[in-house]
């Protein structure tokens, strides 16, 4: 569900001031289509912004912030209403809310005092440090990070260098104290080495007189460019370069063509940004792939051979594709998810002057557009259908390599103008699938309920982060058909003890604020921080003890709390003092990858402590966590 917040909530007569409109979704899936007008009461104006607000989508845990600037003629209690206030829901019903209202209180201006206009607030630029491939289009993110005690608000980020972008401006419409956001730019890099990037920004700041003022300046990032070294072409006696062992990869978006001219360009976007994701997650080379665009599709051609692991690298791109395409469509609505037909195929290959070609160019387009392979994905509620050539299935991937057995492909004989072969079709199975087969059986399948609470009146969290790399662990995850995530974000603790009863989890995960004394700060029913004792809680998960069998609260100084768990629970973790976001993220990436693989709690653990102190930037956090075991009695 959308919840609405609007701070600060207390204003001074005959005074300017900037209202910050926070939209969360605390639901446990994607809202949509949210329209939002706040009605100002009589005697607060509006100077600048919109009052009317439309959102396309956001996503579970995820929120929103824009913001509007007010100017109250005189003091008293007023009350912000919303005439207009609805949104479709993770089902697709449109849920109205008549009833929203919040209080604002105006004070009497203070009689003037002399101050100073409060200079610019310096936000720092920084890039995650990722090595792009030379003269191709890649993903840059920019990071923008505020410091600087003010909140800012329409900042707009350019890039500019030996790079060629798509034109674009980034926009971030509001950055809190302390916040952190992410803009992503499409490059193509035009030099090799450490390629000087430089970033103009600009951006409005409250002066504190009243006013807002505009800041810019200039920045400069140093970004990674690199290519995979390769043997000169060289030139046969047909007068053709030399051919070139590749593996070939076509790949088209089912359903491209109708979608609009904004959907499509939204479309080609998101498969930029999905291909890019699932080659990054394959481990494919720096400088590779390869892409030869072909309209809504393409072939992306990697290299073989040497010290390329070819079923790591196809499995590890099937899975991370499957992923990928997964999470992003549980976003969208229908007309819009991006469904893909893969095939693949291995050659000898020529590069020409719009690409390459050869008979496994052929091959893999007769494939990827056959049409047993358009029927398999088009009857299937799968992301997306692989088609492999029959010589590539049987040298690699027939074998049960990395966990995806050869029986995983249905062979098919294929016929598609000229081509005439056998193919092994791989269909990743999908959700209504898998209802289907465990209608009548029950498997032991654990539940992790992830709960998460970021307070509106202290430091927000990266949660969202940590919820989706946590999810992307399970995905990838060798055992990842024993588990399940539920979540539930925004927590109050009448939402947690709720959660526990409805899903009875095995593992239980918190990821929020904790206080030095070792308590926990959920959410209250406006959003604000509220402390639950440790003592408290921890007897109400022992009433679950039957069930639960490892609790992780991964928020600052938890380890009392953890430790109070353990006279109920048999594994408990907790915090030894104050942990950063990377750490914790950190580690539960590590946690998660060694439980979605089948091992025990306290390796668990291990692992991701050891995950922390490999990474030089949190290494010296990785004794903060603590292992609890119940002791047996």
Not at 155 to 182: C, W
Not at 359 to 367: G, I, P, Q
Request: glycine letters at 8%; one cysteine or more.
């Amino acid at each position: 569900m959308i919840q609405v917040s609007i701070g600060p909530r207390q204003l001074v007569a005959g005074q300017r001031s900037q209202l910050g409109i926070k939209f969360a979704n605390s639901g446990a899936g994607a809202c949509t289509d949210i329209v939002f007008k706040l009605g100002l009461p009589s005697g607060v104006s509006l100077v600048s912004g919109k009052q009317r607000i439309e959102i396309e989508t956001i996503r579970p845990g995820d929120s929103r912030v824009y913001s509007l600037t007010v100017e109250p003629a005189r003091p008293g209690e007023f009350m912000l209403t919303s005439p207009n206030f609805s949104y479709r829901d993770s089902d697709d019903e449109r849920v109205r809310v008549s009833d929203w209202r919040q209080p604002l209180s105006v004070e009497a201006r203070r009689p003037a005092q002399p101050v100073q206009a409060r200079s610019a607030p310096q936000l720092s630029i920084d890039h995650d440090g990722a090595q792009l491939a030379y003269e191709q289009w890649n993903i840059l993110p920019i990071t923008v990070r505020n410091a600087t005690g003010a909140p800012v608000s329409d900042i707009y980020v350019t890039i500019a260098g030996p790079i060629e972008t798509n034109g674009k401006r980034g926009r971030i419409s509001m950055l809190l104290d302390g916040q952190v956001a992410t803009i992503p730019f499409n490059v193509k890099a035009s030099d090799r080495g450490l390629v000087p990037v430089s970033v103009h920004m600009t951006y409005n700041y409250p002066d504190g007189l009243g006013s807002l003022r505009t800041c810019s300046r200039d920045d400069q990032v140093n970004v990674a460019v690199a290519q995979r070294e390769e043997p000169a072409a060289q030139t046969s006696a047909t007068g053709m370069p030399a051919g070139i062992r590749k593996l070939c990869v076509a790949y088209d978006v089912e359903g491209y063509s109708g979608r609009g001219t904004r959907r499509e360009y939204a479309t080609q976007q998101r498969l930029s940004d999905t291909l890019s994701f699932a080659f990054g997650e394959a481990g494919a080379l720096p400088g590779s792939p390869e892409v030869q665009e072909q309209g809504d599709g393409g072939i992306a051609f990697l290299p073989t051979g040497g010290a390329v692991d070819e079923p790591r690298l196809i499995i590890g791109l099937l899975n991370a594709l499957d992923t990928r395409l997964t999470e992003l469509n549980e976003d969208l609505v229908k007309e819009a998810q991006v469904r893909l037909r893969i095939a693949l195929q291995e050659g000898v290959v020529h590069r020409a002057a719009h690409g390459y070609v050869g008979s496994a160019v052929v091959e893999v387009c007769r494939l990827r557009d056959a049409d047993a392979v358009r029927s398999a994905l088009a009857t299937s509620h799968a992301p997306m259908v692989a088609a492999v050539a029959d010589g590539l299935y049987r040298d690699v991937l027939a074998h049960g390599y990395h966990g995806l057995p050869g029986a995983a492909f249905t062979p098919v004989d294929v016929r598609a103008k000229s081509y005439t072969g056998r193919a092994w079709i791989y269909l990743p199975r999908d959700n209504e699938t898998q209802a289907a087969d465990h209608k009548d059986t029950k498997p032991a399948v654990q539940t992790i309920l992830y709960l998460t609470a970021s307070p509106n009146d202290m430091t927000p969290l990266r949660s969202d982060l940590e919820m989706r790399k946590v999810k992307e662990r399970l995905q990838l995850g060798r055992e990842r058909d024993a588990f399940r995530l539920e979540y539930c974000v925004a927590s109050r603790l009448d939402d947690i003890s709720q959660a526990l009863l409805d899903y009875e989890p095995q593992v239980v995960h918190f990821s929020g604020h904790g206080d030095a004394a070792g308590g926990l700060y959920v959410e209250d029913e406006a959003g604000l921080s509220a402390l639950v004792n440790p003592d408290g809680l921890a007897k109400m998960f022992g009433q679950h003890q039957s069930t639960i069998r490892c609790v992780i609260v991964n928020a600052c100084h938890s380890a009392r709390l953890a430790e109070a768990m353990a006279k109920y629970i048999d594994h408990s973790v907790g915090m030894r003092c104050a942990i950063g976001d990377r750490a914790a993220i950190q580690f539960s990436v590590g946690f998660y990858q060694a439980m979605f693989a089948g091992w025990p709690v306290a390796d668990a653990f291990s692992r991701g402590c050891a995950l922390v102190e490999s990474n030089s930037v949190t290494e010296g956090e990785y004794e903060t966590p603590a292992l609890f075991s119940r002791s047996p009695d």
